[in-house]
């Protein structure tokens, strides 16, 4: 079972390495749906808006991620007249008040977020995947399964989140949606727990993306990102 593991590994880096010329530059537009937990709402928030006024969460809304060889970005795509109450908040319980900064180089992985009134900066680490074989389509490209967890925990409890990637070593970029990277390909579908992202266009060799750095927010770690948050649930 190992060496098979290993042949597989060593089967996608060599895809990865012949592909690797054709791609420099990319462009790629996910279609975010979710079936909306009540989890990850606080009490006051859970108390004022019942399922009919959050309903919308459970509407697509679009992020874009931008790379190139050495970093990426990842953001939400705004849609232009969509600014009213309920988009707001579809566009919160989606992460939508979230970025994510990647840089291989300089091995910075980073998360901007947008919380309390104040904006943040948070080292992320990188996921440990568990690569599978099983694999399938996504439009022309061959991808393959990848899974990983993640905890967290909340006034109801420790809960124990899945995620599964679908990454395409023909596109030999480690970058994916949401803070999740680091597999021998671009993802091109993610499942986090009850939300799904899924690549509807994708663009490679299109533009020189000018991808920054993110340096406005206060860094901080997740543990201290965590805590700040149980403080204002108090």
């Given at each position: 079972?190992?060496?098979?593991?290993?042949l597989?590994?060593n089967?996608l880096f060599?895809?990865?390495?012949?592909?690797s010329v054709k791609?420099?530059t990319?462009?790629?537009?996910y279609?975010?749906?979710s079936?909306?937990?009540?989890?990850?709402?606080s009490?006051?928030?859970?108390q004022?808006?019942?399922l009919?006024n959050?309903s919308?969460?459970?509407n697509?809304?679009?992020?874009?991620?931008?790379?190139?060889r050495?970093?990426?970005?990842?953001?939400?795509?705004?849609?232009?007249?969509t600014?009213?109450f309920?988009?707001?908040?579809?566009?919160?319980?989606l992460?939508?008040?979230?970025?994510?900064?990647y840089n291989?180089e300089t091995e910075?992985?980073?998360?901007?977020?947008?919380?309390y009134?104040?904006?943040?900066l948070i080292?992320?680490?990188?996921?440990?995947?568990?690569?599978?074989?099983?694999s399938?389509?996504?439009?022309?490209?061959k991808?393959?399964?990848?899974?990983?967890?993640?905890?967290?925990e909340?006034?109801?409890?420790?809960?124990e989140?899945?995620?599964?990637a679908w990454y395409?070593?023909e596109i030999p970029?480690?970058?994916?949606?949401?803070?999740?990277?680091?597999?021998?390909?671009?993802?091109?579908?993610?499942?986090?727990d009850?939300?799904?992202?899924?690549?509807?266009?994708i663009s490679?060799?299109q533009?020189?993306y000018n991808?920054?750095?993110p340096?406005?927010?206060?860094i901080?770690?997740?543990e201290?990102f965590?805590?700040?948050r149980e403080?204002f649930?108090?």
């Amino acid at each position: 079972m190992k060496n098979k593991v290993i042949l597989h590994l060593n089967i996608l880096f060599f895809f990865a390495m012949v592909f690797s010329v054709k791609a420099q530059t990319g462009r790629i537009i996910y279609q975010v749906f979710s079936s909306h937990q009540m989890e990850d709402l606080s009490e006051d928030i859970y108390q004022y808006f019942d399922l009919v006024n959050i309903s919308i969460a459970n509407n697509p809304m679009d992020f874009e991620l931008t790379f190139k060889r050495e970093k990426a970005f990842f953001e939400i795509k705004d849609r232009m007249g969509t600014n009213d109450f309920q988009t707001k908040i579809a566009k919160v319980m989606l992460g939508g008040t979230k970025k994510f900064y990647y840089n291989i180089e300089t091995e910075e992985f980073l998360k901007q977020e947008v919380a309390y009134g104040e904006t943040f900066l948070i080292p992320i680490d990188k996921p440990n995947w568990e690569l599978s074989n099983s694999s399938k389509m996504i439009g022309k490209y061959k991808c393959y399964k990848a899974t990983t967890h993640y905890s967290i925990e909340n006034d109801a409890g420790r809960f124990e989140k899945n995620v599964i990637a679908w990454y395409c070593p023909e596109i030999p970029y480690m970058y994916g949606p949401s803070g999740f990277f680091g597999l021998p390909g671009l993802i091109l579908e993610l499942t986090d727990d009850n939300r799904t992202y899924s690549a509807t266009e994708i663009s490679l060799n299109q533009s020189d993306y000018n991808i920054v750095k993110p340096k406005k927010g206060v860094i901080i770690t997740q543990e201290e990102f965590e805590k700040l948050r149980e403080k204002f649930k108090r």
